[in-house]
C-alpha cells in the first residue's frame, strides 16, 4: 500500500449493537466492506444476534447507502449455535425496529424458503454465515450463488475454524482454487469472494486492495491491518467504558 488506508471503520465507527460473537474479530471490515460496495441488496442468511448483520445496517445508515437489507434466519439455532430461545428473536427485531426502520427486514425463515424471494442477479453483498458443515455451507453457496449479481461480494465466515464437524474450512479452500478470493486468518476466518463480470471501473479503494492482484507482501498488510483495527476497536471501547464508570465518591 503506497497511499495510507484511512477506511471509516477507524475513522467513525462505533458498534452500536455489542453482543456475544466469534464474528466481533470483523466487524471493523465488515463495516469497511458495506461502505466499499455500497449495495442496493444485501442479504444475510444467519444473524442469531446480529452481531455481523447490525454492522452492516449501522454502515448503510452512516454512510448514507441506499440500500436495502434482509437477515435471515429461523431464529431457533442450529446443531452448532446451539438451540436459543425467543428472547434472540425479540432482541434482533427490537433492536432493527428501533435503529434501521425502513430499509432493513428480518425474515424468519429457512434459507430455502427465503430463495423464492429473491431474483437472480439482484444481491450486491451476501454474507454466509449459517450452519458450517460442509455439506450446509456448500448448499447455501450452490443455492445462492445465482442471486448475487456480476461483480457482487460473498463473504463467508469461519473459514479457518477446524472443530467438531465444521467444514466450511475444507469447502473454502475448493473455493480458492476456482474464484476470485481473499481470506482473512485471525479470529474464526472470514473469506471474501467476487463473483466475475460487473464494472470493475468504479471499484473502491477496498475493493482493489482485495482483488486487484495485491502481491503477498500487500495482503500480509491489509490482514495486519484488520487485526489491528479490531483491537483498536476493543481498546477504543475499554477506555469508552473507563470514562464512564462511576466515579468513587471521596472522602
Ligand atoms: C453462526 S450463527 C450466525 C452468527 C451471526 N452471523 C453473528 O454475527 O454472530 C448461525 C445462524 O444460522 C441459523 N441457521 C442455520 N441454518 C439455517 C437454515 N437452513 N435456515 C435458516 N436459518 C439457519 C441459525 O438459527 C443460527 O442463528
Request: hydrophobic residues 35%.
Amino acid at each position: 500500500m503506497t497511499n495510507v488506508y484511512l477506511p471509516p471503520s477507524i475513522r467513525h465507527f462505533d458498534p452500536l449493537r455489542m453482543v456475544f460473537s466469534t464474528w466481533v474479530d470483523h466487524i471493523p471490515f465488515g463495516y469497511d466492506i458495506v461502505a466499499a460496495v455500497r449495495p442496493k441488496m444485501l442479504v444475510e442468511l444467519g444473524t442469531h444476534n446480529g452481531m455481523s448483520y447490525f454492522t452492516f445496517c449501522q454502515s448503510m445508515k452512516e454512510n448514507d447507502i441506499d440500500g436495502v437489507c434482509y437477515a435471515v434466519d429461523t431464529f431457533e439455532g442450529d446443531v452448532h449455535s446451539d438451540k436459543y430461545d425467543e428472547s434472540v428473536f425479540t432482541s434482533v427485531s427490537n433492536h432493527n425496529r428501533q435503529n434501521y426502520f425502513g430499509f432493513s427486514y428480518v425474515l424468519r425463515m429457512l434459507f430455502e424458503e427465503a430463495l423464492r424471494h429473491f431474483d437472480n442477479e439482484t444481491i450486491d453483498l451476501l454474507h454466509i454465515d449459517g450452519l458450517h458443515t460442509y455439506e450446509a455451507v456448500s448448499e447455501d453457496f450452490a443455492n445462492w450463488y445465482p442471486k448475487v449479481r456480476p461483480g457482487g461480494i460473498i463473504l463467508f465466515h469461519d473459514v479457518m475454524a477446524r472443530l467438531q464437524d465444521f467444514g466450511a474450512w475444507k469447502f473454502w479452500e475448493e473455493l480458492r482454487g476456482k474464484h476470485e478470493t481473499f481470506t482473512f486468518n485471525h479470529g474464526f476466518g472470514l473469506g471474501v469472494l467476487r463473483k466475475p463480470g460487473g464494472d470493475r471501473s468504479q471499484d473502491s479503494e477496498l475493493i482493489k486492495l482485495l482483488f486487484d492482484n495485491p502481491s503477498d507482501e500487500r495482503a500480509a498488510k491489509l490482514r495486519a491491518f484488520y487485526v489491528h483495527a479490531g483491537r483498536h476497536l476493543e481498546n477504543m471501547r475499554k477506555v469508552k467504558r473507563m470514562n464512564n464508570a462511576p466515579k468513587p465518591v471521596e472522602g
